[in-house]
């Protein structure tokens, strides 16, 4: 017990330095290239952030645990958008650009409501059961394919607001080193702490969907929260906005698509009330657009996101 606590502050104070690191090393490409923030968090960011739910789906999938590995994703996203941007906007009031409301979110609203309409399709699935097949897993790759490359098409010459200013330009070695160290204290220290937090759970025998969908998808979230915090503590807003929408696209485009690709799953235990959640705070984030101060989520907005999510992790305590 007392070794996994201790490896569970190591994985902390990795993520967080790792999080500081490739804050800057992205923040110096973009503007060394006139790449919005925003674009670069939805992309190097976001990929790099996603990577332990990456790792934990596809190891979750292959192991034959399909509540595991979709509650991952799941959980991942109500944990990204509701805690994280929630958090995010009581630090500092994150304003959105006309393609944040009129493209962005829109399509990550779309995407997770494709995954539900795959899960629950019933076409391709063996012996009836609900879940995500190798012909789902490639429609779901295609789609991640064709997002990234509009995306990095429509890289250059970000919108007013997303924070590249005129500051001299970090030096493009020390740029990509500080991604590349970054991104490895976010995954290996993510890594840590899932793995410990998810051994002290085992011991007070709590179900596989229960931890799949709380301590596992907060835990490999903590790269996203990290990023987040200390970009609207660098007001870099733009950026923790694209890191959160990013990660949720890749987490069901790439991350689903690849370990249904490898390992077709079934579900059980994941209710219908969880995949909802996976729509709700996206609508919730579009919808704060236009509600309050018009264009930007503000603190209150943030307070509702917050409180929003310990309601369901309540709710979810209670069924559990």
């Not at 596989?208 to 970009?231: H, K, N, R, W, Y």
Request: aromatic share 10%.
């Amino acid at each position: 017990m007392f070794t996994d606590v201790l490896w569970i502050v190591v994985g902390l104070v990795m993520i967080l330095l790792g999080s500081d690191w490739l804050v800057d090393g992205a923040s110096g490409i973009a503007r060394r290239y006139g790449i919005s923030e925003f674009v670069i968090g939805m992309t190097i960011v976001g990929i790099g952030t996603s990577m332990p739910e990456l790792v934990s789906s596809v190891i979750s999938a292959v192991g034959g645990y399909g509540d595991m590995a979709l509650g991952n994703v799941t959980g991942s996203n109500i944990c990204n958008v509701l805690l994280i941007l929630g958090v995010t906007a009581l630090i500092s009031p994150i304003g959105f650009t006309r393609n944040n409301i009129h493209k962005d979110i829109p399509f990550a609203i779309v995407v997770s409501m494709l995954l539900i309409v795959l899960l629950y399709n019933g076409f391709g699935l063996f012996d009836g059961a609900w879940g995500i097949s190798r012909a789902d897993a490639l429609l779901l790759l295609l789609m991640f394919a064709v997002f990234m490359v509009d995306s990095f098409r429509s890289a250059k010459g970000g919108e007013e607001g997303d924070g590249i200013g005129n500051a001299k330009p970090m030096p493009m070695k020390k740029a990509i080193l500080f991604i590349a160290v970054g991104l490895a204290g976010l995954i290996f220290g993510g890594r840590l702490f899932v793995d410990h937090t998810v051994s002290i759970a085992e011991r007070f025998h709590v179900s596989e969907a229960f931890i799949s969908i709380t301590l596992m998808a907060v835990g490999t979230s903590l790269p996203e929260l990290a990023t987040c915090v200390v970009a609207a503590l660098k007001r870099k807003n733009q950026l923790a906005l694209g890191n959160i929408i990013g990660s949720n696209v890749f987490n069901i485009l790439l991350i689903v698509g690849t370990s249904a690709a490898i390992s077709p799953f079934s579900i059980e235990s994941i209710s219908a009330i969880d995949m909802l959640m996976v729509v709700v705070p996206v609508v919730m984030l579009w919808l704060a657009a236009f509600t309050g101060k018009r264009y930007r989520l503000d603190r209150a907005e943030g307070a509702v996101f917050l409180l929003t999510y310990i309601g369901y992790i309540v709710w979810l305590t209670v069924n559990a």
